[in-house]
């Protein structure tokens, strides 16, 4: 079974701290995404990796960074914490698209994260 | 415009009914289609690829209209387990491993 961990299930932070949301996959995936979700407004994706190193913004990538410095690990970063940052924060990784398919995305359990 | 829109419900149905629900997207170049279930406070989980010519997995059948752009879950015989939101993915052009979620539909079955 793909299993994909995330580092806390709930985190408590005060705007301006950094934040670190961990991310760890043990299936050899290239590809690890992290994505936000709220209510009314599904998941949308911040960023995402395709190999180590390598990482591309997703559709809200602002007041985020990521860090990919090993396969199974992808980090993702909150330079300072604002209020508007509170949200459930989902880690998933799938394998490259192969042909004209595009390959299960598994999910971490996600990371409750409020900013007060 | 919303990549991929959703019926939120909920859909409240008793055990040993049918339900259905649509949801449509607006990307054209869209070519994988898939309904992940998310139970309460839970992650999203892969229920079902969605295939051009539709697909059953035993309860829940999955159809794909590619010229109006909408796909649908069709629940047979509900049960209480199958109480959860269901999210209506695709991704964002052929061989593109980036996705696109809709907000879900809740469905709630009741004893």
């Known amino acids: 079974d793909v299993k994909v961990t995330q580092s806390s299930r709930y985190l408590v932070k005060r705007t301006g701290e950094k934040v670190f949301l961990e991310c760890v996959q043990d299936m050899d995936h290239e590809n690890m995404f992290w994505y936000r979700q709220d209510p009314g407004l599904g998941l949308r994706l911040i960023y995402f990796s395709y190999d180590v190193k390598m990482k591309e913004k997703g559709d809200i990538p602002e007041g985020y960074s990521v860090s990919r410095e090993k396969k199974e690990r992808f980090s993702l970063i909150l330079e300072s914490a604002s209020t508007n940052q509170t949200s459930m924060y989902l880690c998933a990784s799938s394998f490259p698209t192969s042909g004209t398919s595009t390959d299960t995305q598994y999910f971490g359990p996600g990371t409750r994260l409020t900013v007060l | 415009r919303k990549e991929v829109e959703q019926d939120p419900g909920p859909f409240n149905v008793p055990e040993g009914a049918t339900v259905a629900f649509n949801c449509t997207y607006s990307?054209?170049?869209?070519?994988?289609f898939f309904w992940y279930r998310q139970d309460c406070r839970k992650e999203p989980k892969l229920l079902m690829s969605v295939y051009s010519s539709g697909n059953e997995d035993g309860r829940f059948t999955a159809q794909l209209n590619r010229a109006s752009q909408y796909i649908s879950l069709l629940i047979r015989d509900s049960k209480l387990s199958d109480s959860a939101t269901y999210l209506c993915?695709?991704?964002?052009?052929?061989?593109?491993?980036?996705?696109?979620f809709g907000a879900g539909t809740t469905v709630t079955v009741r004893a």
């Open positions: 990307n054209s170049a869209s070519q994988s």
């Open positions: 993915v695709v991704n964002r052009r052929s061989n593109d491993y980036k996705l696109s």
